[in-house]
């Protein structure tokens, strides 16, 4: 065994743990990080970065076939889905060797194995070539998530989850799809572009259940319109094998029900990593769901141990996990640094897309908050109907009597970027007339914010004022 004495360790590679990495060695700490799979994590390898690779691909193809409308015709376009693949594969490559080209020239040194907890500032990592023990003041536990599987549907064999939903040899003939969130949506719509016939098996009332309905309600339009088969009320009970593929049960309404499929994709949810690390050898103790709680620095409650990103819990996103690395580094480095978001955002890559931050509707409800709702619909966007998308909304929630931004939901093209602006006005406590006085370039989306908080005070010019008043 060989030893290590490093001012911080951090355990994990992922969207967190890099960053943290990054941070530290830029503040003059001499760090190790560790990871059992590879640089970047979830994310980078097998998460956000390959889907949207894929999912990118398959709204192009799509775009092929309706071209003709735009006098643009495309003759004979066909899908070489190993080409995808490798593409897709080469940009995960190239990113993962960015992050370890960063982690290198910043002075933070990467391990490859399986790290343990074995005492206060102590921790035995178990490598290819043998067993390190660290010795650090500093421990940073970014370990991530993982899928959940549930009863009856382990991974294996045409049974999926969506890390090898994103590593597939070719495209499903028929994908049945456990879980209508955030996960399934993506990855099924994606593969129904492809040529899969996808049904999703949801148990709640509508698809990705907590998101407000008026931005579902076009999602849902959409995937109807793509002759995706989408199940609501719905359990997933069991499978049997059924050639190469299986024959799932279900049950809608009280009624038994099967749908044959070559694969299985099942997204019903990620777990936290927060077993197997030896957190008892220091009292450490995460809650029922698996979840380490934290501090605004991101402290746990034993001394020298710290955890970010998806471990401490929601939201799971990539973008809160390294806004909190850098928080923990700060920390760390002896400066005043706190995690105090007002908003994060969040984006769902369906079709069209779907991104939100601050207060829905409910919780400004539940909160008591007297509010004005003002909408723009894409359809009134000379931009949008130049790009052929003109589904969708922008809808932005007002306090009635401040004028203060409460809440920004869009569903429609580019959501994920025009996202961006609504996050800053809620995080600079920003009101109406900050964000309606600002010119916007024209012609853009991003006007569609712009006549949207006009809307909800009854100054639109593009759209007919009517705003409504909800408690």
């Known amino acids: 065994m060989t030893t290590k004495q490093v001012d911080a360790l951090v355990i994990g590679a992922g969207p967190g743990g890099y960053v943290a990495a990054i941070r530290l060695a830029q503040l003059g700490k001499k760090t190790l990080v560790v990871d ?44 070489d889905f190993t080409r995808l693949m490798k593409w897709k594969n080469g940009i995960v490559s190239k990113l993962t060797g960015g992050v370890a080209g960063l982690l290198k020239g910043n ?39 993982r899928p959940i599987e549930i009863p009856g549907f382990a991974f294996g064999g045409p049974i999926m989850g969506s890390t090898e939903a994103l590593a597939l040899e070719a495209v499903p003939e028929r994908l049945v799809v456990i879980g209508g969130g955030y996960i399934g949506l993506e990855l099924g719509s994606a593969y129904a572009k492809l040529g899969s016939d996808v049904t999703v098996v949801e148990a709640s009332r509508q698809l990705l259940p907590g998101q407000d309905p008026d931005l579902v309600a076009v999602v849902a339009k959409k995937l109807k319109a793509k002759g995706v088969k989408v199940l609501t009320e719905a359990k997933a009970l069991g499978w049997e094998a059924a050639g190469t593929g299986a024959r799932v049960r279900i049950e809608v309404n009280g009624t038994m029900q099967t749908l044959d499929a070559d694969k299985v994709l099942v997204t019903v949810g990620r777990r936290p990593n927060s077993e197997n690390l030896g957190l008892e ?11 380490l709680a934290v501090d605004a620095q991101l402290r746990t409650g034993v001394p020298g141990f710290y955890a970010i990103g998806d471990v401490v819990g929601q939201p799971m996103l990539a973008h809160k996990a390294s806004a909190e690395a850098e928080v923990v580094a700060a920390v760390i480095a002896g400066k005043p640094a706190a995690f105090d978001a007002k908003t994060i955002p969040a984006v769902i890559f369906t079709d069209p897309e779907i991104a939100t931050c601050g207060l829905t509707p409910e ?15 894409f359809a009134a966007s000379g931009r949008a109907m130049t790009t052929g998308e003109t589904e969708g909304l922008v809808k932005v929630l007002v306090d009635r009597d401040t004028h203060e931004l409460l809440g920004f939901g869009i569903v429609g093209p580019q959501a994920s970027d025009l996202i961006a602006e609504g996050t800053l006005a809620i995080e600079m406590g920003a009101f109406v007339e900050d964000l309606a006085l600002t010119v916007h370039a024209h012609p853009t989306l991003a006007e569609t914010l712009m006549e949207a908080v006009k809307h909800a005070v009854g100054e639109a010019v593009h759209t007919m004022n009517a705003p409504v008043m909800s408690r």
Request: with cysteine; net charge positive; charged share 15%.
């Open 281 to 291: 050898a220091v009292g450490l103790k995460p809650d029922a769901r698996g979840f």
């Open 107 to 145: 002075g933070a040194e990467y391990l490859a194995g399986n790290a343990r907890i074995v005492g206060p500032g102590v921790v035995e990592v178990t490598t290819d070539t043998g067993m390190t023990q660290v010795h650090a003041p500093h421990i940073v536990i970014a370990t991530g998530s």
């Open 363 to 377: 919780q400004a409800a539940a909160a008591g908050r007297a509010v004005l709702v003002g909408k723009f619909p």
């Open 36 to 79: 059992r799979a590879h640089v970047g994590g979830v994310c980078l390898n097998v998460g956000c970065i390959p889907s949207k690779a894929i999912i990118h691909a398959a709204k192009t193809f799509e775009k092929t076939k309706s071209a003709d409308t735009m006098g643009i015709i495309v003759e004979s376009a066909h899908l």
